[in-house]
């Protein structure tokens, strides 16, 4: 496989569950993002991964637990969820969070379709 | 804080023809990075194309090309020759030179007619 694959593409889940989305990046990259994609409103960037090591944290509820094992590994623990957490969810890797190549393009994974019952 | 802000919801071309689409976006900063991405229905963001903010000359990547106004703080997009495959959510975004995140609008979904 090539680029950022995602499993599952879709996910419905209840309150209570522990669910995991997973993300896998098959660039060579270190850098590692997930994403919440909400119907009308932009992109919201949720945590960001540098070899390994997380280091940026938007505010992002507990009930959102990342892992990043490894640099092409990352993943995204749920639980306790709200029906307003449903939504895309997507996962991006790039090179490195900074470069010296100046533009370091994320490339996105298709995304997670979250539904939270 | 940056803003991106994309006014046009919704646009529609017909194809092999030309259309536009508007970004506009506040930063105090001096080095950053403009980027389009197209979301398909099939959901994968694909990067269309990226402009360097010290690089005066446009970007153009085959039929698509930027229009890119510094000052103004502007950067359309234009496609020719529109294609069926066109059709999909088109985001613009913004990076700072000295951080990770992208910052997105809120998209504008272009439909592509015989």
């Known amino acids: 496989e090539t680029g950022v694959t995602q499993t599952p593409r879709h996910l419905v889940m209840g309150m209570t569950n522990k669910k995991s989305l997973k993300c896998e990046q098959h660039?060579?990259?270190?850098?590692m993002y997930w994403y919440k994609q909400s119907a009308k409103k932009p992109l919201e960037l949720m945590f960001v991964?540098?070899?390994?090591?997380?280091?940026e944290n938007n505010s992002v509820p507990s009930r959102f637990s990342p892992e990043c094992p490894n640099s092409s590994h990352l993943f995204l623990h749920l639980h306790t969820l709200q029906p307003e957490d449903s939504a895309l969810y997507l996962c991006?890797?790039?090179?490195?969070?900074?470069?010296?190549?100046?533009?370091?393009?994320?490339?996105f994974g298709p995304g997670t379709r979250l539904t939270v019952l | 804080a940056q803003t991106v802000t994309q006014s046009q919801p919704e646009m529609s071309v017909q194809e092999a023809e030309t259309v536009t689409l508007s970004c506009t976006y506040d930063?105090?900063?001096?080095?950053?990075?403009l980027f389009w991405y197209k979301q398909p229905p099939s959901r994968q963001m694909i990067l269309v194309i990226r402009?360097?903010?010290?690089?005066?000359q446009n970007a153009t990547e085959n039929r698509f090309s930027v229009n890119f106004q510094k000052a103004a703080k502007s950067f359309s997009l234009k496609i020719s020759d529109s294609q069926l495959g066109d059709a999909a959510m088109y985001f613009c975004?913004?990076?700072?030179?000295?951080?990770?995140?992208?910052?997105f609008g809120t998209g504008t979904r272009l439909q592509v007619t015989l």
């Open positions: 991006a890797s790039s090179q490195d969070v900074l470069t010296g190549a100046r533009t370091d393009t994320q490339y």
């Open positions: 660039l060579g990259h270190n850098a």
């Open positions: 991964y540098s070899l390994e090591e997380r280091v």
């Open positions: 930063t105090s900063e001096s080095d950053y990075y």
């Open positions: 402009q360097e903010a010290y690089k005066q």
């Open positions: 975004a913004y990076r700072s030179g000295t951080a990770s995140k992208l910052t």
